[in-house]
């Protein structure tokens, strides 16, 4: 089958990523298969799919549109009912390397070969995750970004026995699917975008480690300069757009300057050593956070996550 004609996807795990796939693809006209080994989560997943479709729809929950997608999702607790039929098969299920490869062991034998089989993990070595499979060839990563129902972004990663064929499939079909699919070529921690995440994440938490600026002012000097343009200016655009001359001599100068280390932070380590996890706990790399702070942000975050996914429709 190509992807293009694909009508149908199996989605195993059903948390906060499972749950809301299960909503984009229902929302986009998939039939759904949501499985869980728990009856209870299934449940909770459905009253997730049904409230966030109707703020993402902007209709009341119970609505005729809303219900129409929440219809679109069959839940079981039964695996080989899920994937039965499913030429696509994604799985959400816990970031744990044994139940992963055993879960995908089981789906290999269970699958009509020509099933695609994706995992939706964001740390874990896709080549590993495959390695007790007999046909490993058809195992990809789909790495989505939470929540996957407003941020359009899906890394399809090649694992180190991904065939092409599956690969492009997989990106074909996420882009039939209204995802903004990108190809990652090599099975490296942390794919793409969490390595360029995570390189800034590292020299933030450095400047405020080393007294340079603290916490608020870091944040302050990211979304009011080039936080403000990275969205359509990326940043080998940006070089490209200043001059390679120039950034290479800039590069001269600051690079030697800049934190290296292969390890985590000490203060990061610290405040994780103290129990200071940041929203959990009220206490992080912020010296407080209170709920009208903590709701503020979430808020700020939901509020203009919606309006880029109806000012920017993939």
Not at 292 to 307: A, H, I, P, S
């Amino acid at each position: 089958m190509k992807a293009e004609e694909i009508t149908n996807v199996a989605l195993l795990g059903a948390g906060m990523i499972g749950h809301g796939l299960a909503l984009h693809f229902a929302k986009t006209g998939y039939q759904v298969s949501l499985y869980s080994r728990s009856r209870q989560t299934l449940d909770k997943a459905i009253e997730g799919i049904r409230s966030n479709l109707a703020l993402v729809l902007e209709k009341p929950s119970g609505s005729e549109d809303v219900e129409k997608a929440v219809g679109r999702v069959r839940v079981t607790t039964d695996l080989a009912q899920a994937v039965a039929k499913a030429p696509i098969v994604i799985e959400s299920v816990a970031e744990d390397l044994k139940i992963k490869q055993d879960l995908f062991k089981q789906l290999d034998e269970m699958c009509p070969r020509d099933v695609i089989l994706a995992t939706n993990t964001s740390v874990i070595s896709i080549g590993e995750i495959a390695s007790k499979s007999k046909n490993r060839d058809r195992i990809v990563g789909a790495h989505f970004w939470f929540p996957p129902y407003l941020i359009p972004l899906v890394e399809v990663v090649k694992g180190r026995d991904t065939s092409d064929e599956v690969l492009d499939r997989t990106y074909r079909f996420m882009k039939a699917a209204g995802k903004f699919p990108i190809k990652c070529l090599k099975d490296v921690p942390g794919f793409v975008a969490n390595r360029l995440q995570h390189a800034l994440w590292r020299e933030a938490i450095s400047i405020v480690e080393n007294g340079i600026a603290d916490a608020k002012t870091v944040d302050d000097a990211i979304k009011n300069s080039f936080g403000i343009r990275i969205a359509v200016l990326g940043p080998i655009e940006n070089a490209d757009m200043a001059g390679l001359d120039l950034i290479l001599a800039i590069h001269n100068t600051v690079l030697k300057d800049l934190e290296a280390s292969p390890d985590p932070s000490p203060l990061l380590k610290e405040k994780v050593e103290k129990g200071e996890l940041g929203f959990k706990t009220g206490k992080g790399l912020y010296e407080q956070w209170g709920p009208e702070e903590m709701g503020r942000v979430r808020g700020n975050l939901l509020k203009y996550l919606l309006e880029y996914s109806k000012k920017n429709p993939v």
